[in-house]
C-alpha cells in the first residue's frame, strides 16, 4: 500500500524567505508524485508532479520539488514567499498501475508573516 | 474550456435522509473521481468511473455509491446520512484514464452539512 506522510501541519515563514514544505512517501513501485494547493472555499489546484525522467520538477507560481529516490521524499520548495502562497497545501501519490486513486498525506498549512 | 463544475456548493441535510452529488466533467474527459475531505480523516479516496464503469472504489461503506452517465457526467449518492457524512465531497476528471500519472482536474466541491 502506498501512503504519504507530511512533515508539519502547520508552517510559517515571513515574506519573502524561503518556503520547504517536507513530504516523504512510502511505495511498493515507482511512484507517480504530485503536490496540489488549496485555498480556502476551494477545490485542489495542481502545482507540479513527477512522473518520469528529471527529478527536478518545476511547477506553478515559482515552486518546484525534487524527488530524490534514496531519501523517499518529493519536498517543495520556493526561494521567496509571497503572500499570496497562504494556503493548503497536499502531498499526493499515485500507482502506476493503470488507475487513477491519489494517496493524500494529510496536509500542511502555510502561513506568510508580513 | 470550463472547468470541473459541481452542484450543489452546499447542502444541508438531516440524519438519515439520503443526498445526491453531481459533478461534470472538463469537456472531453472520460475518467471522474471521488473525494471526501474531513478535518479528522483528510482527503479520502472514494471512487472512480470511466466509460460509466466503476474502475475503483476507496474504503467506504455500501451508503455511499455512485454512477456515471454516457456524457461522462457523475452522481454520487450517499443513502443513510450520519452525522460523521458532514464533509466536502471534490470531484476530479481527467483525460487520460488508466496512465496515472495524469492530472486530475478538481473541482470547487460540494460542502455536506449533516445535522
Known amino acids: 500500500a502506498q501512503s504519504v506522510t507530511q512533515l508539519g501541519s502547520h508552517v510559517s515563514v515571513s515574506e519573502g524567505a524561503l518556503v520547504l514544505l517536507r513530504c516523504n512517501y512510502s511505495s511498493s513501485v515507482p511512484p507517480y508524485l504530485f503536490w496540489y494547493v488549496q485555498y480556502p472555499n476551494q477545490g485542489l489546484q495542481l502545482l507540479l508532479k513527477y512522473t518520469t525522467g528529471a527529478t527536478l520538477v518545476k511547477g506553478i507560481n515559482g515552486f518546484e520539488a525534487e524527488f530524490k529516490k534514496s531519501e523517499t521524499s518529493f519536498h517543495l520548495t520556493k526561494p521567496s514567499a509571497h503572500m499570496s502562497d497562504a494556503a493548503e497545501y497536499f502531498c499526493?501519490?499515485?500507482?502506476?498501475?493503470?488507475?487513477?486513486?491519489?494517496?493524500f498525506g494529510t496536509g500542511t498549512r502555510l502561513t506568510i508573516i508580513p | 474550456k470550463a472547468g470541473v463544475t459541481q452542484t450543489p456548493r452546499y447542502l444541508i441535510k438531516t440524519r438519515g435522509q439520503q443526498v445526491t452529488l453531481s459533478c461534470s466533467p472538463i469537456s472531453g474527459h472520460r475518467s471522474v473521481s471521488w473525494y471526501q475531505q474531513t478535518p479528522g480523516q483528510g482527503l479520502q479516496f472514494l471512487f472512480e468511473y470511466f466509460s460509466e464503469t466503476q474502475r475503483n472504489k476507496g474504503n467506504f461503506p455500501g451508503r455511499f455509491s455512485g454512477r456515471q452517465f454516457s456524457n461522462s457526467r457523475s452522481e454520487m449518492n450517499v443513502s443513510t446520512l450520519e452525522l460523521g457524512d458532514s464533509a466536502l465531497y471534490l470531484c476530479a476528471s481527467t483525460d487520460r484514464p488508466g496512465a496515472g500519472a495524469d492530472t486530475q482536474y478538481f473541482g470547487p466541491g460540494t460542502r455536506l452539512t449533516v445535522l
Open positions: 499526493a501519490v499515485s500507482d502506476n498501475f493503470g488507475n487513477e486513486k491519489l494517496t
